[in-house]
């Protein structure tokens, strides 16, 4: 009996792994607001709202006052106009208010390389200038590869066993449920850290948007 529930959580794993391919794929051709707070996505609602209003009618007031509510005051509006004002809500709007608790402001506000993440109470960086997504996605959908094989390995070494005494543990259907789960929980936290990078790396897009702009315009009046 044990055997089948082995094989069981096996399958399990397997559709595990297939479910995150499925989760970064959307996540990355939706955006995924599921991911915000209850009360986040109040604000994503009113700030677009908002955004749409200031951008038809160039009145800033009620946008102003609803950055103000839902950021802070040290946020500068007219990035977060920016970000609220795309069509597309995952670009920018998202990523700001997932990760507006963990940016730190110097008082420089136009100079991107004085915006610091807080990662974690002793860890605190630049955004991050370039993209790792690609490399991440990679190993996600390598990892769901090797838990496939493994799941199927599983079931092929009950008729032919694997002699060879290095991967003789193939042949442990228990062992190969361990490691498919350390293989999914690791294919989970590199799907975190994806949406993590990815938000900041967008956030920085925003950011330098808005100062290669002051230095287009102070460019063209000196």
């Given at each position: 009996?044990?055997?089948?529930?082995?094989?069981?959580?096996?399958?399990?794993?397997?559709?595990?792994?297939?479910?995150?391919?499925?989760?970064?794929?959307?996540?990355?051709?939706?955006?995924?607001?599921?991911?915000?707070?209850?009360?986040?996505?109040?604000?994503?609602?009113?700030?677009?709202?908002?955004?749409?209003?200031?951008?038809?009618?160039?009145?800033?007031?009620?946008?102003?006052?609803?950055?103000?509510?839902?950021?802070?005051?040290?946020?500068?509006?007219?990035?977060?106009?920016?970000?609220?004002?795309?069509?597309e809500k995952s670009?920018?709007?998202?990523?700001?208010?997932?990760?507006?608790?963990?940016?730190?402001?110097?008082?420089?506000?136009?100079?991107?390389?004085?915006?610091?993440?807080?990662?974690?109470?002793?860890?605190?960086?630049?955004?991050?200038?370039?993209?790792?997504r690609i490399v991440?996605?990679?190993?996600?959908?390598?990892?769901?590869?090797?838990?496939?094989?493994?799941?199927?390995?599983?079931?092929?070494?009950?008729?032919?066993?694997?002699?060879?005494?290095?991967?003789?543990?193939?042949?442990?259907?228990?062992?190969?449920?361990?490691?498919?789960?350390?293989?999914?929980?690791?294919?989970?936290?590199?799907?975190?850290?994806?949406?993590?990078?990815?938000?900041?790396?967008?956030?920085?897009?925003?950011?330098?948007?808005?100062?290669?702009?002051?230095?287009?315009?102070?460019?063209?009046?000196?």
């Amino acid at each position: 009996m044990l055997i089948y529930i082995v094989f069981l959580m096996i399958f399990v794993g397997v559709t595990a792994a297939l479910y995150q391919v499925y989760e970064i794929h959307y996540n990355i051709n939706v955006g995924n607001d599921k991911k915000l707070s209850t009360a986040d996505k109040s604000r994503l609602e009113v700030l677009s709202g908002q955004a749409k209003i200031a951008v038809q009618t160039h009145e800033r007031a009620g946008f102003d006052q609803a950055a103000v509510n839902a950021l802070g005051a040290e946020f500068d509006r007219d990035i977060v106009l920016k970000a609220f004002a795309e069509k597309e809500k995952s670009a920018y709007a998202i990523p700001l208010l997932r990760r507006k608790n963990r940016l730190l402001f110097n008082g420089n506000k136009g100079d991107v390389n004085s915006i610091k993440v807080h990662h974690l109470p002793f860890w605190k960086t630049k955004l991050p200038s370039k993209s790792i997504r690609i490399v991440l996605i990679i190993s996600i959908i390598v990892n769901c590869f090797l838990i496939q094989l493994l799941g199927g390995l599983s079931i092929y070494t009950i008729g032919y066993p694997i002699l060879t005494p290095f991967w003789a543990w193939l042949n442990e259907p228990f062992m190969v449920m361990l490691v498919i789960y350390a293989l999914v929980f690791m294919a989970y936290v590199i799907s975190r850290l994806d949406m993590y990078m990815h938000d900041l790396y967008q956030l920085r897009r925003l950011f330098s948007h808005k100062a290669h702009c002051e230095s287009r315009l102070q460019n063209q009046y000196t």
